[in-house]
């Protein structure tokens, strides 16, 4: 098994060009997560799918994000413009869904995105 | 609301030594599952345990250990031995039922284990 793979695991940008970060999940996983990390905030949830349907975008930020995922393999995390206070970690991660009541299945991460935005 | 705190911002032990790294959770919900994961140094996050809110038995992995106490809603993490690849930062996380696995993460735990 591959885990999550990620793309690019380095972006630096100039302040206001759109910027695509991509995520691949674990094959049979249906839930997929997209994470901001932070010195100042912490690991914090910008959205997260279920069988590629957006369940909660609550943590996106700003009208400046925007998450796609058209099918179970891949989906796209874009800011567009983009702003040095958006330089971050991006996490993705999956999950399998539990349908057994009361229980949980952890998620797994990919390795991330280091995103500079000067 | 819920909410994870890691008050031990950084620790320093020295190889060999045991170190505990605390986690406590607030949560109105009756079932939910608690988590730590580990950042070493290359920046991945790696999942070590999980524990569901209606299992209190304590986890033993190797020289890892974990304590689970619903009374003082606390999940602590004990390292034995300590070895330099340890050094990491440990995140506690918690997941409330009916939340899609939407993990709430703690601030974190820096350990540094010196040879």
């Known amino acids: 098994d591959a885990g999550v793979i990620q793309s690019p695991r380095h972006e630096v940008t100039e302040m206001g060009q759109e910027v695509t970060l991509r995520c691949k999940p674990i094959s049979g996983h249906n839930s997929l997560f997209w994470y901001r990390q932070t010195m100042m905030r912490g690991l914090e949830l910008l959205i997260y799918?279920?069988?590629?349907?957006?369940?909660?975008d609550s943590g996106m930020p700003e009208d400046r994000f925007s998450a796609k995922m058209p099918n179970a393999s891949f989906s796209t995390l874009k800011i567009q413009p983009s702003e040095p206070r958006d330089s971050a970690v991006y996490f993705c991660?999956?999950?399998?869904?539990?349908?057994?009541?009361?229980?949980?299945?952890?998620?797994?991460f990919g390795q991330g995105t280091r995103l500079t935005v000067v | 609301a819920q909410k994870v705190t890691q008050a031990q911002t950084e620790i320093s032990v020295v190889e060999k030594e045991d170190v505990t790294l605390d986690c406590v959770y607030e949560t109105r919900d009756t079932t939910y599952y608690l988590f730590w994961y580990k950042q070493p140094p290359s920046g991945e996050l790696v999942f070590l345990i999980r524990?569901?809110?209606?299992?209190?038995q304590n986890e033993i992995s190797g020289r890892y250990s974990w304590n689970f106490q619903k009374s003082t809603s606390s999940f602590n993490f004990t390292i034995t031995a300590s070895q330099v690849v340890d050094s990491a930062v440990y995140f506690c996380?918690?997941?409330?039922?009916?939340?899609?696995?939407?993990?709430?993460f703690g601030q974190g735990t820096e350990l540094s284990v010196k040879p």
């Open positions: 524990r569901n809110s209606f299992d209190e």
């Open positions: 996380a918690l997941s409330e039922d009916n939340q899609g696995g939407k993990l709430i």
């Open positions: 799918f279920n069988n590629n349907v957006p369940i909660d």
């Open positions: 991660a999956s999950r399998r869904e539990a349908y057994v009541a009361d229980m949980n299945t952890e998620a797994f």
